[in-house]
């Protein structure tokens, strides 16, 4: 079974800055698509931003300028740089990546990490 696992959420003030990892738990044949997605509380789960397995990147216009998404193909591993955080940036933060396993492709999520940004 194929698990992603997240790291790097906290507690931010506004203003500042936060980088999450999310790495595939095990050796993976084929990683596609990777990307971040966040959910506040009462809202839908929103696209941040995904990166292509070329490096072909798009973010959502409300992230464009201020927060980086890359990945280490050698490590199974998506990253987003987050700068300039806002209030409005308090959320939980899932990654998702579309996986080769068990002789099929397949979306997978991680657990989700907690991002509030507060004074």
């Known amino acids: 079974q194929v698990q992603l696992v997240e790291s790097g959420g906290g507690l931010v003030q506004p203003g500042g800055s936060l980088r999450l990892s999310c790495a595939a738990s095990r050796s993976i044949f084929g990683i596609d698509t990777m990307g971040w997605y966040r959910q506040a509380p009462g809202e839908q789960r929103d696209l941040v931003a995904r990166i292509t397995s070329g490096g072909s990147t798009n973010y959502a216009d409300s992230v464009k300028g201020r927060f980086t998404i890359s990945r280490d193909n050698a490590k199974n591993t998506v990253y987003l740089q987050m700068n300039s955080l806002n209030l409005e940036d308090t959320a939980v933060y899932y990654c998702?990546?579309?996986?080769?396993?068990?002789?099929?492709?397949?979306?997978?999520w991680g657990q989700g990490t907690q991002v509030t940004v507060s004074s």
């Open positions: 998702k990546a579309h996986i080769w396993y068990a002789s099929q492709w397949s979306d997978y």
